[in-house]
Nanobody, 113 residues
Framework: QVQLQESGPGLVKSSQTLSLTCTVS??????????WSWIRQPPGKAPDWIGA???????YYNPSLQSRTSISRDTSKNQFSLQLSAVTPEDTAVYYC?????WGQGTQVTVSS
């Protein structure tokens, strides 16, 4: 059974960088044809795809967030990470990692002004 777990600070100050890590168990982030995504859902809004780590080491980003987003991975730890820079209160959301089928439980990140 594949499980994903997000971790990182729940409170970030405006203009700082939000950093989250997703730890995967039950599968490898290098499994052929796998994509590992970050998705967020602001309060009262629809989910928003942020970007993804491809099994071969490529990264893909939502064009609307690309200038502020960096996704990386640590294959030795079976983790992939998100950094979102220059955050504002509009980046307040529940952040999820996703395997394409399974979801992490989500982590609330609040950006203070």
């Amino acid at each position: 059974q594949v499980q994903l777990q997000e971790s990182g600070p729940g409170l970030v100050k405006s203009s700082q960088t939000l950093s989250l890590t997703c730890t995967v168990s039950g599968d490898s982030i290098t499994t052929t044809n796998s994509y590992w995504s970050w998705i967020r859902q602001p309060p009262g809004k629809a989910p928003d795809w942020i970007g993804a780590s491809h099994y071969a080491g490529n990264y893909y980003y939502n064009p609307s967030l690309q200038s502020r987003t960096s996704i990386s991975r640590d294959t030795s730890k079976n983790q992939f990470s998100l950094q979102l820079s220059a955050v504002t209160p509009e980046d307040t959301a529940v952040y999820y990692c996703n395997s394409g089928r399974e979801w992490g439980q989500g982590t609330q990140v609040t950006v203070s002004s």
